[in-house]
C-alpha cells in the first residue's frame, strides 16, 4: 500500500505561482509513475501531467502545457507539480496519484491522496 499526501495548494491572483507536492509512504515508490490530477466542482477528475520512474519521461494535458512541470524527488519520495501562469480555470481539486502504468484515465491509477484545494481568483 502506498500512502499519498499532497501538500502546497492555496488561494492565488491569476497570473501567479504555486508548487504542489506530493510525499509516499513508501521508500520503493521510483517503481512507480506518477501522476496529478484535478477536480473542478461539478466536473470529473481529470489529467493534468505524470512522470515516469525515473523522471526522463513526461506527459502534459494541452491545457497545462507550457505553464506547469512535473518532477520528482525519488530520494525524497516526494512529485512536484510547479504551477505558472494560474488562471481561475486552474481552480480546482489536485491529487496526485501512483500507478504501474502510464495513462490519463483516472481508473488506471492505484493510489490517490486526498487532493490539495487551488483557487484562483481573477
Known amino acids: 500500500q502506498v500512502q499519498l499526501v499532497e501538500s502546497g495548494g492555496g488561494l492565488v491572483q491569476a497570473g501567479d505561482s504555486l508548487r504542489l507536492a506530493c510525499v509516499a509512504s513508501?521508500?520503493?515508490?521510483?517503481?512507480?509513475?506518477m501522476g496529478w490530477f484535478r477536480q473542478a466542482p461539478g466536473k470529473a477528475r481529470s489529467f493534468v501531467a505524470w512522470?515516469?520512474?525515473?523522471?526522463?519521461?513526461?506527459n502534459y494535458a494541452d491545457s497545462v502545457k507550457g505553464r506547469f512541470t512535473i518532477s520528482r524527488d525519488n530520494a525524497k519520495n516526494t512529485v512536484y507539480l510547479q504551477m505558472n501562469s494560474l488562471s481561475p480555470e486552474d481552480t480546482a481539486v489536485y491529487y496526485c496519484?501512483?500507478?504501474?502504468?502510464?495513462?490519463?484515465?483516472?481508473?488506471?491509477?492505484?493510489?490517490w491522496g486526498q487532493g490539495t484545494q487551488v483557487t484562483v481568483s481573477s
Open positions: 513508501k521508500r520503493t515508490l521510483n517503481s512507480y509513475t
Open positions: 496519484a501512483a500507478g504501474r502504468s502510464v495513462s490519463t484515465l483516472p481508473e488506471s491509477w492505484d493510489f
Open positions: 512522470i515516469n520512474w525515473s523522471g526522463t519521461t513526461t
